[in-house]
Nanobody, 117 residues
Framework: VQLVESGGGLVQSGGSLRLTCTAS????????MGWYRQAPGKEREMVAT???????KYADSALDRFTISRINAKNTVYLRVDNLQPEDTAVYYC????????????WGQGTQVTVSS
């Protein structure tokens, strides 16, 4: 399974953006998909995840400005971020876990989001 992210870039504080991640490959079915981020000098942290049944889960810090969504038929997950703040500057990584008791977790290469004040 390969994950390809897009939608990052340089955004002014208060702006919005939408990140997109599409999974490709052969003979796979995805369970949980989601977004993590890693800011400079910090550990990677979960931002939001969403199950195949479209049940979302957010980090406490992402409850008010982040929206995760997913289209199963396209193996695609989105993350919309509103009112971006400088502290949102990070590399955002897409993750996906395959269905099954021994589900495998895959990661994208990351997309940089930089918020200027």
């Amino acid at each position: 399974v390969q994950l390809v992210e897009s939608g990052g870039g340089l955004v002014q504080s208060g702006g919005s953006l939408r990140l997109t991640c599409t999974a490709s490959g052969s003979d796979f079915s995805l369970n949980v998909m989601g977004w993590y981020r890693q800011a400079p000098g910090k550990e990677r942290e979960m931002v939001a995840t969403i199950t195949r049944a479209l049940t979302p889960k957010y980090a406490d810090s992402a409850l008010d400005r982040f929206t995760i969504s997913r289209i199963n038929a396209k193996n695609t997950v989105y993350l919309r971020v509103d009112n971006l703040q400088p502290e949102d500057t990070a590399v955002y990584y897409c993750m996906a876990q395959t269905v099954g008791p021994s589900g495998v977790t895959y990661w994208g290469q990351g997309t940089q989001v930089t918020v200027s004040s």
